[in-house]
């Protein structure tokens, strides 16, 4: 009867560790979200529900954030598939993406372009 409480215990300390060591796609970084490369990530307001209408020429300047088939959805980070196959991150079911402007992490240049595009604070 003592082993029962000891692998419950188990189990469960094993379960923590292994979601602490999920990545997730985004972190905070001066009072926005940023990509692992640390640059400025964005939503757009024409994209609908978890789709992303952002295609061609548009995900030129606009790259969308990608994840690969070995990434997992996580808490409010999902997956989305694009109209090319290609998986992209969002949050709470909104696309991210880059701007192509920006150029360095800290950049926010993309913010409020044509009033459709924002940067995504935490």
Known sequence: MKLLPIALLTASLL???ASAG???????????????????LYIFDKDTGDKSV????????????MATDADKAAGD??????????????????????????????????DN???VWHVVKP
């Not at 952002?54 to 954030?65: D, K, S, V």
């Open 77 to 110: 980070y999902t997956i989305i598939t694009r109209d090319d196959g290609k998986k992209q991150w969002a949050l709470k079911g909104k696309p991210l993406y880059y701007w192509a402007k920006d150029t360095k992490p800290g950049d926010k240049t993309g």
């Open 22 to 40: 999920a990545q997730s796609p985004a972190k905070a970084a001066d009072g926005v979200l940023v990509g692992p490369n640390g640059m400025t």
């Open 54 to 65: 952002c295609n061609g020429g548009c995900a030129t300047n606009w790259p969308p954030l």
């Open 15 to 17: 379960g923590i560790c």
């Open 113 to 115: 372009v044509g009033t």
